[in-house]
């Protein structure tokens, strides 16, 4: 075909097979599935270059908080692009930057006074993990450098984001690039790790990271955990409690916690962050993704005064922090990120998605009927759902049926685009949301469940 005579689609297409390597995405089987190229979006919908419209069911990949398009953040970013768009923080400082640290250590758990930035969850990760490391060289205990994590862990893509992550299928091709890890279960009660009953295990699963902490406290510098829930192994909602457990055991035994916040921070999971449910502070918290409410990469890491100052000396004393990105600390995703909570706070949307949480629960109580359903998970507006080719015995789908693909795809084919974890839907609608969207948006996700696993 002449190039004049395609239409824009398919031009877009035929560059997109010649130039462009998607992530997470089997290129080979990628185009069969006539991609999405998003053009335009407004409000609570993307648009793309046929003039569909889908509903953003996965927050363009858990982000994105009060819809797209927001007259507030556009003018934020506009009004910062009029003042400079970029310089460094290494070595100096940003108005933006310092006036989100201000707001960032405002509403984070008490205790977490100081801010790192950097663009993206993984890179937040990494920080802390770094940080956790030095910080025992400086205060005389630098045998401490293992890190405990868990099972089923994500915590991003780059090389020590994935040491301490544990999804067997993204992980395993690295295995020889990765640093050794301990690993402890997650309270995945659903298939619970240790064969009991949620209403009377007295969290025995909690038992491995008492008795590695035993073992290992004295050479282990960090825990990392997703607090109150688990993302991208499916969803996992932690019972109340747990992770308040898991703060004192590892105060007990003088190992630091990070509680990586990327995915549960910023109301997604109806506090400010996780961590509160259970009114834990860690000694480092990540986050990143709903920051700038989905508009521009920004990320941090925020930390303890006693990590902090364990950093301080003389510049030739070798107790600097040697770690930052050309783009740590950018002015207009800072600016965004300020606006982004200002309308938190003038829209009370902690506590509106509360509100839809419990909306939200009713309108889903039909799939627990359904009989490839086999769980259905959820914490504020984070929504996992779990197919299953037998209910009664949990047995999963064979994996060549893509099940949670399908779905998905018929979604897109009924107007929202989401994406699944394996054969786990996940359903994560902008926090801002209002129920009549809420509604559609619900409905569509019943309906392609139902006519895909035929019941
Ligand atoms: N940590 C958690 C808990 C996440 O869910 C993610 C992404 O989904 C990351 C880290 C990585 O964030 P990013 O994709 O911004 O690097």
């Given at each position: 075909?002449?190039?004049?005579?395609?239409?824009?689609?398919t031009?877009?297409?035929?560059?997109?097979?010649?130039?462009?390597?998607?992530?997470?995405?089997?290129?080979?089987?990628?185009?069969?599935?006539?991609?999405?190229?998003?053009?335009?979006?407004?409000?609570?919908?993307?648009?793309?270059?046929?003039?569909?419209e889908?509903y953003?069911?996965?927050?363009?990949?858990?982000?994105?908080v009060?819809?797209?398009?927001?007259?507030e953040?556009?003018?934020?970013?506009?009004?910062q692009?009029?003042?400079?768009?970029h310089?460094?923080?290494?070595?100096?400082?940003?108005?933006?930057?310092?006036?989100?640290?201000e707001?960032?250590?405002?509403?984070?758990?008490?205790?977490?006074?100081?801010?790192?930035?950097?663009?993206?969850?993984?890179?937040?990760v990494?920080?802390?993990?770094?940080?956790?490391?030095?910080?025992?060289?400086?205060?005389?205990?630098?045998?401490?450098?293992?890190?405990?994590?868990?099972?089923?862990?994500?915590?991003?893509?780059?090389?020590?984001?994935?040491?301490?992550?544990?999804?067997?299928?993204?992980?395993?091709?690295?295995?020889?690039?990765?640093?050794?890890?301990?690993?402890?279960?997650?309270?995945?009660?659903?298939r619970?790790?240790?064969?009991?009953q949620?209403?009377?295990?007295?969290?025995?699963?909690?038992?491995?990271?008492r008795?590695?902490?035993?073992e290992?406290?004295?050479?282990t510098?960090?825990?990392?955990?997703?607090?109150?829930v688990?993302?991208?192994?499916?969803m996992?909602?932690?019972?109340?409690?747990?992770?308040?457990?898991?703060r004192?055991?590892?105060?007990?035994?003088?190992?630091l916690?990070?509680?990586?916040?990327?995915?549960?921070?910023?109301?997604?999971?109806?506090?400010?962050?996780?961590?509160?449910?259970?009114?834990?502070?860690?000694?480092?918290?990540?986050?990143?993704?709903?920051i700038t409410?989905?508009?521009?990469p920004?990320?941090?890491?925020?930390?303890?005064?006693?990590?902090?100052?364990?950093?301080?000396g003389?510049?030739?004393?070798?107790?600097?922090?040697?770690?930052g990105h050309?783009?740590?600390?950018?002015?207009?995703?800072c600016?965004?990120?300020?606006a982004n909570?200002?309308?938190?706070?003038?829209?009370r949307l902690?506590?509106?998605?509360?509100e839809?949480?419990?909306?939200?629960?009713?309108?889903?109580?039909?799939?627990?009927?359904?009989?490839?359903?086999?769980?259905?998970?959820?914490?504020?507006m984070?929504?996992?759902?779990?197919?299953?080719?037998?209910?009664?015995?949990?047995?999963?789908y064979?994996?060549?049926?893509?099940m949670?693909?399908?779905?998905?795809?018929?979604?897109r084919?009924?107007?929202?685009?989401?994406?699944p974890?394996?054969?786990?839907?996940?359903?994560?609608?902008?926090?801002?949301?209002?129920?009549?969207?809420?509604?559609?948006?619900?409905?569509?996700?019943?309906?392609?469940?139902?006519e895909?696993?035929?019941s």
């Amino acid at each position: 075909m002449a190039k004049e005579s395609m239409d824009l689609y398919t031009l877009l297409l035929e560059k997109s097979k010649k130039y462009v390597w998607n992530p997470f995405t089997q290129m080979k089987t990628f185009f069969d599935q006539e991609p999405v190229i998003v053009e335009s979006g407004q409000g609570f919908r993307l648009r793309d270059v046929r003039g569909r419209e889908y509903y953003d069911g996965v927050s363009s990949l858990w982000l994105n908080v009060h819809g797209h398009r927001v007259p507030e953040l556009d003018r934020a970013v506009a009004d910062q692009l009029g003042r400079i768009a970029h310089s460094t923080m290494l070595g100096q400082l940003s108005v933006p930057a310092i006036l989100l640290a201000e707001q960032l250590v405002a509403r984070s758990p008490e205790g977490l006074n100081k801010v790192f930035y950097s663009d993206s969850g993984a890179e937040a990760v990494e920080i802390a993990i770094k940080m956790a490391y030095q910080f025992w060289q400086h205060s005389g205990r630098p045998e401490k450098r293992k890190f405990i994590t868990m099972t089923g862990a994500y915590h991003g893509d780059t090389i020590g984001a994935v040491s301490v992550g544990a999804i067997e299928l993204f992980h395993h091709a690295f295995g020889g690039l990765l640093f050794d890890t301990f690993r402890v279960p997650y309270p995945y009660c659903y298939r619970c790790p240790v064969g009991k009953q949620p209403d009377s295990c007295g969290f025995a699963c909690l038992e491995a990271l008492r008795s590695t902490l035993e073992e290992h406290a004295d050479e282990t510098a960090a825990l990392i955990v997703e607090p109150v829930v688990q993302g991208a192994n499916g969803m996992i909602v932690m019972p109340p409690g747990y992770l308040r457990e898991i703060r004192e055991l590892c105060t007990r035994w003088n190992v630091l916690m990070i509680a990586d916040e990327v995915a549960t921070g910023f109301g997604r999971t109806g506090r400010m962050f996780a961590c509160e449910h259970d009114g834990v502070s860690p000694d480092f918290l990540t986050c990143g993704k709903g920051i700038t409410g989905g508009y521009l990469p920004v990320a941090a890491t925020l930390t303890t005064d006693r990590v902090y100052e364990a950093f301080l000396g003389e510049p030739w004393e070798g107790k600097t922090f040697y770690h930052g990105h050309s783009y740590t600390g950018n002015q207009l995703g800072c600016a965004a990120a300020l606006a982004n909570l200002e309308l938190f706070d003038r829209t009370r949307l902690v506590e509106r998605v509360r509100e839809k949480e419990e909306y939200i629960r009713k309108r889903l109580e039909v799939l627990k009927d359904l009989p490839h359903v086999g769980d259905v998970r959820q914490k504020g507006m984070m929504i996992g759902i779990e197919l299953v080719a037998d209910r009664t015995s949990k047995e999963p789908y064979p994996v060549e049926r893509q099940m949670g693909f399908a779905v998905c795809r018929r979604a897109r084919d009924l107007g929202m685009i989401i994406r699944p974890l394996g054969d786990v839907v996940v359903f994560m609608p902008p926090l801002a949301a209002p129920e009549d969207v809420l509604e559609a948006m619900t409905g569509i996700l019943i309906r392609a469940i139902r006519e895909v696993t035929g019941s």
